[in-house]
């Protein structure tokens, strides 16, 4: 039922507010014309397309127009910076770029860590805050552009950098940087597999350079109707994600390897995939049908095997397990850039002994995976691991979680505790078991609430709402396991799968700390993220107009209350850190970062 | 805690150094100041909790100094009365306050170290706002179990049952008292009555029992949160409109002392 004075709002739709248009920076905005079309289809590898593959409602021609954009360059402009979640790739229409691997000191590049509210302005917020619920500007939307100012958020800045590179010679030096060729595509791997940029790539002139930026719902569509494409981008990301997972894994990076050590490991290297990409629609159907998870996660490597390599986790997560009875029991899970078999390989190249894999090793989910052939391990990494630690002396955050090092740390916190309550292990391996069958270890700031210290004051709840016009974005409700609550709060994960399907990008990767977001303006409140988050943290609302006295917006086709996605958002506009970490009083309540098992055992056993 | 212990050893000390520097000048009216700014100070916690931003320090760090100063403020109050009851009216109310401010303190320290692990030991955990929902679906589903029963089965055992006890258990939140003092009894011989009855059961009728006795413990652990959430709320309720009353008694208190001592003279 529509109330009287509802006002009335278009349904928001996919492309409603073009890729082109979508700039914080007015001046960049251009929808494209039928010329840059033109061109465009003049060009590799659009020229080789064809179009009548593509299904009618997702047209080639209105990908193009809508999910592409082109930007120009000047020579030493940074495209993309190392370290940034981008969410779209690069095709070099005009000119070269080059991509600088090390050397650039982040400050240089511009990096802002801080994209804040001003402290007046969130002070002020709490004594503006709308009294109805979800309210918003309606102003702010694309299908009011023409009648207010229209700031999107979440767009790429580019910072000028000429003077930069002037002031670090060395990093524009020919030895540390590679030339990106015209009609090259770039980025790709960051766009797609939701991950860091791993380089800087930079406009390389001479002139102007141009680009043509995808966003990757734009660059999924197209791989999936063109096959030349898909390869191409198949073929890249094999390589680049090689390369990548070396330069994420903390143990290579601390290692020193010479040229022709890496030039050996780089063309030895397998490349492995378990698991689906898009693992949370199998997840929850698995959940749904109530079947043990752990025996339908596929095994990368098993207990009692001949250890054939070393494992290096380029993406996604992987649970270990030992045998026990006649099940198995989860003790530990692996994250990007974590390895499996090291100690094992270790232990065989230095005796004489043949110990086999000591765990077994699942994908939990989809995990990518770098093996390093044994033999190769032998003849590059472990000479440069004992020319790095010549006495043995291992770092132990390299070596990987391993049962006997959990039940070490185990008995030294029993036997450092005083009384029966405490003298429990809560990050044993039940609380693992829990923490990988419910997938929780995707989370890198989980919220944990614990229940003997919280007194259910809900002063979180009210400090979350007040940083948002009064909408609390989490439930403080959620699974238990002991006396821990991860509560329904966005985990802001490694492997946000919220963000497949996202039809406009509105979910996205913030560039400073790479908090998982939504750009209000630009969601069309589809419900694609809400459904594939696997734990329900998502929530769709019904909005209201601040202009038209708090009512409720509705589409004037369909009478259907318009829509918008709602989350966690880390209170990244806000200075402090979370609210609700900082709200409560009983110190009951943390946001933990699955990965670091240090972190979480030392706040789960206080 | 070492920091925090500093500044409380300083307070408790702070009444003493000043009495000795000002050699017994007017010890009393430079303790009821510092009484007076450490309430204030006290007082301003529930201010810091309305206020998310400016970021001010964590909630929890604010509670450590509340309880520390709380403490302090008891060592002064003591040190300002001299430990003995004044005579007048206002001084003997304000006087009874700040007593019933610091006993309310004190039970609020307790409630919040015991209660929460009390309730994470017994039930589901559920939003304290959320539990009439709860209760209503509970009982509506007792009624439809009743239902059952009377269409199924000849015998109106269950029916009897839930008339004699369950109507007034499910119709709201009971046993409040007890759940308080954590004892069971009630529902223990509640279920145990309907254990009883199992023998007069026939086969349809023993699975609806058994339903119901899960349903009974179910309504029991709510009603344990209930009373338990409920108390910590209550608690709340009654020690920050405490705290306003205490203030403005204190005020008043401050404004006599000046108009008709200092005034006088």
């Known amino acids: 039922m529509v109330e009287v004075n509802t006002p009335v709002r278009d349904k928001p739709k996919r492309w409603d507010l073009p890729f082109s248009m979508d700039f914080t920076n007015e001046a960049e905005r251009r929808e494209m014309s039928f010329s840059d079309l033109n061109d465009l289809f003049a060009k590799k590898p659009f020229s080789e397309m064809d179009a009548s593959r593509f299904p009618d409602s997702l047209p080639l021609a209105s990908i193009v127009a809508n999910d592409t954009r082109i930007r120009l360059y000047r020579e030493g402009d940074a495209i993309v910076r190392q370290g940034d979640y981008g969410n779209s790739a690069f095709l070099i ?284 391990f032998e003849q590059v990494i472990y000479p440069a691991m004992m020319k790095t630690w010549p006495d043995g002396n291992f770092p132990e955050k390299f070596l990987g979680e391993t049962m006997e090092r959990r039940k070490t740390a185990m008995s030294t916190r029993r036997a450092s505790w005083r009384g029966d309550r405490r003298k429990r292990e809560f990050s044993g391996a039940p609380m693992m078991e829990f923490l990988a069958e419910n997938r929780y270890i995707n989370g890198t700031a989980t919220m944990l609430i614990d229940l003997d210290r919280c007194t259910r004051c809900d002063d979180c709840v009210r400090a979350c709402a007040s940083g948002h016009n009064n909408n609390p974005r989490f439930i403080r409700h959620g699974k238990i396991h002991d006396h821990h609550m991860i509560a329904n709060a966005c985990m802001h994960c490694a492997d946000p799968v919220c963000m497949i399907g996202c039809p406009t990008g509105a979910i996205h990767r913030s560039e400073g700390g790479g908090e998982v977001v939504i750009n209000d303006v630009t969601c069309i409140g589809c419900g694609t993220c809400a459904n594939s988050c696997p734990y329900e943290n998502i929530r769709l609302v019904n909005v209201r107009d601040q202009s038209q006295d708090d009512a409720l917006m509705v589409d004037p086709v369909k009478g259907k209350a318009i829509v918008k996605a709602t989350k966690c958002d880390l209170c990244v506009d806000h200075h402090g850190g979370p609210a609700c970490v900082r709200a409560c009083p009983h110190d009951a309540l943390t946001r933990a970062d699955m990965d670091d098992l240090l972190d979480l055992s030392e706040w789960l056993n206080r | 805690m070492s920091i925090a212990a500093l500044v409380l050893v300083l307070l408790m000390l702070t009444p003493y150094v000043i009495g000795y520097r000002i050699a017994f000048s007017d010890v009393v009216v430079t303790s009821g100041w510092l009484l007076f700014a450490v309430v204030v100070f006290l007082s301003s916690y529930n201010l810091r909790k309305k206020l998310t931003y400016p970021p001010l320090l964590k909630s929890s760090t604010w509670l450590q100094m509340h309880i520390y100063l709380g403490i302090a403020a008891m060592v002064i109050f003591l040190f300002h009365t001299s430990g003995k009851v004044p005579t007048g009216h206002l001084d003997i109310a304000l006087y009874a306050l700040f007593t019933l401010m610091v006993a309310s303190g004190l039970f609020g320290f307790y409630l919040t170290r015991t209660i929460p692990t009390t309730l994470s030991s017994r039930g589901n955990e559920v939003i304290f706002e959320r539990i009439p929902l709860f209760r209503r679906q509970i009982k509506d589903r007792v009624e439809q179990i009743i239902l059952q029963s009377i269409e199924q089965s000849a015998s109106s055992i269950l029916a009897e049952f839930y008339e004699s006890y369950l109507m007034y258990f499910l119709s709201g939140p009971r046993n409040v008292l007890l759940h308080l003092v954590r004892s069971e009894r009630t529902s223990y011989r509640l279920r145990h009555e309907l254990r009883e009855s199992d023998r007069y059961l026939d086969e349809q009728d023993k699975v609806l029992a058994a339903e119901l006795d899960d349903l009974i413990k179910l309504k029991d652990d709510l009603d344990f949160h209930y009373a338990r959430q409920g108390l910590l709320k209550l608690w709340l309720f009654f020690h920050i409109p405490m705290t306003l009353v205490l203030l403005i008694f204190l005020v008043a208190h401050i404004v006599l002392i000046y108009a008709f001592t200092y005034g006088g003279s």
């Open chain 1, 93 to 376: 229409l005009d000119g070269d770029c080059r991509a600088i691997i090390e050397g650039l000191d982040p400050a240089q590049l511009g990096r802002q860590a801080d994209h804040s509210k001003s402290l007046l302005k969130s002070v002020k917020g709490l004594f503006t805050n709308a009294l109805a619920p979800e309210v918003r500007d309606s102003r702010l939307y694309p299908q009011h552009r023409d009648k207010a100012v229209f700031d999107p958020s979440g767009t790429v800045f580019v910072q000028d950098v000429p003077n930069i590179l002037e002031l670090s010679p060395e990093s524009y030096s020919e030895a540390r940087h590679n030339i990106i060729p015209e009609g090259s595509l770039f980025g790709e791997l960051a766009a797609l597999g939701r991950v860091q940029r791993s380089v800087t790539v930079v406009a390389a002139g001479p002139g102007t350079t141009r680009l043509l930026e995808i966003r990757w719902q734009g660059l999924r569509d197209l791989m999936k109707y063109d096959n030349g494409l898909r390869d191409h981008v198949n073929e890249l990301f094999r390589q680049n994600g090689l390369k990548g997972a070396f330069q994420m894994s903390p143990l290579i990076q601390a290692i020193d390897l010479d040229e022709e050590q890496w030039d050996q490991l780089l063309a030895e290297a397998e490349f492995e995939t378990f698991g689906s990409y898009d693992w949370h629609g199998t997840y929850q159907q698995l959940r749904k049908r109530d079947e043990d998870l752990l025996t339908q996660e596929p095994v990368v490597q098993e207990e009692g095997q001949y250890p054939n390599g070393l494992l290096i986790i380029r993406a996604g997560f992987a649970r270990m397990s030992r045998r026990h009875g006649a099940g198995e029991y989860t003790f530990g899970y692996l994250g990007i850039g974590d390895v499996h078999g090291l100690q094992e390989l270790m232990h065989n190249v230095s005796t004489d002994d043949n110990s086999p894999i000591q765990t077994t090793l699942r994908a939990a989910g989809y995990t990518d995976i770098v093996r390093v052939p044994t033999r190769t």
